[in-house]
């Protein structure tokens, strides 16, 4: 039978060892993601409250703030929690500043597409398009943001 013990690694969004002998082309990415400001945000492996997720997610609420900014306000047992931009930055330890560009340029983004090897017509773009090298790093991101369990 399998042994089906948590462990911590299985909460993270993407391990990022030393890959197997067959997987060797990606060893220079995952250096490049160690290295990166994401490297806390892929690896880290938090406490998860789900009783404290759904709490907030029933109740929460969008609010924009006196400087225009947008925040998440929601309710955990009865107390209030806001969201906001720079809390997500500073608990994901990013390393950036509020004043940091959130948007790039379209021009940026369709050259560096092109560059990655992306071989259909841009926009769309698709996952599947791309070469493996940079398909597997558009996977780990895009588990980051997804909302997916497991």
Same mark, same amino acid.
């Given at each position: ?7 911590? +690694?299985? @909460? ?6 030393? #890959? ?7 060893? &220079? ?9 994401? @490297? ?5 492996? #938090? ?10 997610? &029933?109740?929460?609420?969008? &609010?924009?703030?006196?400087?225009? @900014? ?30 940091? #560009?959130?948007?790039?340029?379209? +021009? ?15 926009? #769309? ?22 909302? &997916?369990?497991?």
């Amino acid at each position: 039978m399998a042994d089906l013990r948590f462990v911590h +690694d299985h @909460n993270m969004t993407a391990f990022l060892g030393e #890959p197997s002998a067959k997987h060797s082309e990606f060893k &220079s990415m995952i250096e490049g993601l160690i290295l990166s400001p994401v @490297n806390y945000a892929i690896m880290e492996y #938090p406490l998860i409250v789900t009783s404290f997720i759904q709490d907030f997610w &029933s109740t929460v609420e969008e &609010s924009t703030d006196a400087d225009g @900014n947008v925040n998440i306000v929601g309710r955990i047992q009865g107390q209030s929690i806001t969201i906001t931009e720079q809390i997500i930055r500073d608990c994901l330890h990013f390393g950036d500043k509020d004043t940091d #560009p959130v948007e790039l340029d379209q +021009d940026l983004v369709n050259r560096t597409v092109y560059q990655m090897g992306h071989e259909g017509a841009y926009p #769309p773009t698709e996952k599947k398009l791309l070469h493996p090298y940079w398909r597997y790093l558009a996977h780990v991101l895009l588990e980051l943001i997804s909302t &997916s369990q497991g």
